[in-house]
C-alpha cells in the first residue's frame, strides 16, 4: 500500500508546481537580519514575551527565541515585527 504524502509535502509540491514562494505556501517567517543590530520578520503570529535580553514570537509552526542586549520592538503591525539591539542569538522551537 503507497504511502500518504504528509501535508507539509503536499503544499511544497504545489508551491513547486505553481512557482508560489515557498513562505505563503507553507506559512513559514520570511526573516530579514541586518548585521547584528536589526531583524524584520514577516508572518509572524504575534509576541509571546517582551523584554531587553529576550523576545519571543509566536510562529505558525512554534516560536522563534531571539536572545541579545537592549533588544526593543521597533516596528510592530499584524503580520511584521521589525527589532533592534544586539542580536546574540536566534532559536527556532517547534
Do not use: T, W
Not at 5 to 22: A, F, N, Q, T, W
Not at 23 to 33: A, G, K
Amino acid at each position: 500500500m503507497p504511502k500518504k504524502p504528509r501535508p507539509d509535502k503536499l503544499e511544497r509540491l504545489l508551491g513547486d508546481m505553481l512557482d508560489l514562494p515557498k513562505d505563503l505556501v507553507l506559512d513559514l517567517p520570511r526573516i530579514v537580519i541586518i548585521g547584528q543590530r536589526e531583524l524584520h520578520m514577516e508572518n509572524h503570529k504575534g509576541i509571546i514575551e517582551y523584554g531587553d535580553s529576550c523576545i519571543k514570537i509566536n510562529l505558525a509552526r512554534g516560536l522563534l527565541e531571539i536572545k541579545g542586549e537592549g533588544l526593543e520592538i521597533k516596528l510592530i503591525m499584524p503580520d511584521e515585527v521589525s527589532i533592534i539591539g544586539i542580536i546574540n542569538s536566534l532559536h527556532f522551537v517547534e
